[in-house]
């Protein structure tokens, strides 16, 4: 199972970015998904999270400007990021800490390889 983030760049303060991330390979279902992020010099934080049954919870400093909503069908998570600040600067890694493989297997603490957002004042 990998997971494949995708949507980062380089946007102008006050601007939108939509980060995606893709599950591929043999999955079942997949638990809680989260997006992280780390900005130079500092430790990973959570940003976001959303359970199998769409329950989202948000950082403080992210709430009401980032969405995280999910796909089940697709095994795909995306994080809706507006009014960008550059203290949101950072590279975006998507998680999942439970997927299951088939009625009896699992796979725990699955990373993306992370996807670079630079927000500019």
């Known amino acids: 199972v990998q997971l494949q983030a995708s949507g980062g760049g380089l946007v102008q303060a006050e601007g939108s970015l939509r980060l995606s991330c893709a599950a591929s390979g043999t999955i079942f279902s997949i638990n809680t998904m989260r997006w992280y992020r780390q900005a130079p010099g500092n430790q990973r934080e959570l940003v976001a999270l959303i359970t199998r049954d769409g329950n989202t919870n948000y950082a403080d400093s992210v709430k009401g400007r980032f969405t995280i909503s999910r796909d089940n069908a697709k095994n795909t998570i995306d994080l809706q990021m507006n009014s960008l600040k550059p203290e949101d600067t950072a590279v975006y890694y998507c998680?999942?800490?439970?997927?299951?493989?088939?009625?009896?297997?699992?796979?725990?603490?699955?990373w993306g390889q992370g996807t670079l957002v630079t927000v500019s004042s």
């Open positions: 998680n999942a800490d439970q997927v299951r493989l088939t009625a009896t297997q699992y796979k725990y603490g699955i």
